[in-house]
């Protein structure tokens, strides 16, 4: 997200904050439970999606380290199915089709080399738990939130 977007993002939750204070505070001095109701749903409106962001950062973990045994065998979701094996083979399906070939890794990067093209694939972990992103962004930022495929 550009720098505006986390501007305008901080902005509407100081916005949505203060508005929950004042009716908090308000519903207090006016003995209104209606104002106090309102005040505690816009306040925790704000601490939900603050915690869930700082949960949500602290989920993925991009730059990793795997080994060859954790990445053999099969990884999928609902669209997607990769088979990674131990001599160095692999097979990829999805809703296009399927094709098979060659991998190798560097590091937290996979290489998939196929007789039609080279895909890159990048090896995460996803609450502590390793996850294949077979079109992982450039940017962390740019992340779509799906985490990925799950060995099965």
Known sequence: MPLIGYAILLLLLFGIT???IYLLASG??????????????????VTAVIARALIF????????VVSDSELIG???DKTE?????????????TAAGSTTGQWDREDWNLNLKSEQAVISVRVVRYFHHPR?????PDDPDAWDGN???EKR
């Open 18 to 20: 203060t508005t929950g």
């Open 28 to 45: 207090w001095r006016r003995r209104s439970r209606t104002l106090k109701s309102l005040g505690a749903i816009l306040l925790l409106f």
């Open 57 to 64: 950062e602290n989920a993925l973990e991009w730059n990793v």
């Open 74 to 76: 099969t990884w999928s």
């Open 81 to 93: 199915t990769l088979t990674l094996k131990s001599d160095g083979t692999f097979s990829y399906r």
């Open 132 to 136: 294949i992103m077979t079109h992982p």
């Open 147 to 149: 985490p990925g495929l």
